[in-house]
């Protein structure tokens, strides 16, 4: 682990190379739900319980709608980061799995609460396998986008949800923030983007191995705040095992 003045660290000024190495990286990881959880498959089962809860706090799952009716979704006003009690709920229509690897959320958490399903992921061969591992489901996803998050426009107003989990922290600070300004114009009217990432308690981690940063709570703030985001719900996950990072919602 390291950080430099700035909570930037040093390898991350070379761009490229940062990008590159993330990408010889994923290279040589097996395309399995082991593989994309580094060694820690086991979690998946509490992983989905708790983001599926999470995320139907926002839901309107009491019927489904044709995708062209998008037009009785309001926008939702930003409340505070415990109360969602009288928001709006979205209509579950399109969702887009950031940094999707082989579909694991895709599959357990986001194709039983959506119509449709798009898949981002730098990595060409896991999109491969994911067509393997979704089963007869593969025929609900909308798009398979071979790129990298830095790289990625979204269709404007597409997208309920817009999920990322365990994938930001391989973007700079500015690649950040720039892609979350591009999936402000992905969302539908009362869409939101929901980020499921490890913390630190305090500064950046740097993990040399796979070119990712572990940014702390207050970093992550920050850079939602510099793209113009509010927070308006925020939880814990539970029941990891205790060697791990802890993991907001």
């Not at 579950?92 to 950031?98: K, R």
């Not at 920050?222 to 996950?237: A, G, M, P, R």
Request: charged content about 30%; aromatic content about 10%; glycine content about 8%.
């Amino acid at each position: 682990m390291a950080s430099a003045e700035g909570d930037v660290p040093a390898e991350m000024q070379d761009r490229g190379k940062w990008y590159g190495d993330a990408v010889d990286y994923w290279k040589s990881v097996p395309a399995t739900v082991n593989g994309m959880l580094g060694g820690y498959g086991h979690i998946s089962p509490t992983d989905i319980k708790d983001s599926k809860r999470f995320l139907k706090n926002f839901l309107d799952l009491s019927d489904k709608q044709d995708e062209n009716k998008p037009s009785k979704i309001r926008r939702i006003e930003p409340l505070t980061t415990e109360d969602t009690s009288t928001t709006q709920k979205i209509k579950p229509f399109t969702a887009l799995d950031c940094g999707a690897g082989i579909g694991r959320v895709t599959k357990n958490l986001l194709l039983p609460l959506f119509n449709t399903v798009d898949m981002v992921e730098q990595n060409a061969d896991f999109l491969e396998e994911a067509k393997n591992y979704l089963g007869d489901k593969k025929d609900r996803i909308g798009q398979f986008y071979p790129q990298g998050l830095q790289d990625f426009k979204p269709e404007p107003e597409r997208y309920s949800i817009i999920w990322c989990q365990w994938v930001l922290g391989h973007l700079t600070d500015d690649d950040f923030v720039d892609f979350f300004k591009q999936c402000k114009s992905g969302l539908m009217p009362g869409g939101l983007i929901c980020v499921k990432e490890n913390v630190t308690k305090g500064g950046v981690d740097l993990d040399a191995q796979d070119s990712s940063v572990t940014r702390s709570d207050e970093k992550l703030r920050e850079l939602f705040s510099k793209s113009s985001l509010t927070v308006i719900k925020d939880e814990v996950q539970t029941n990891f095992p205790t060697e791990l990072y802890v993991v907001k919602m």
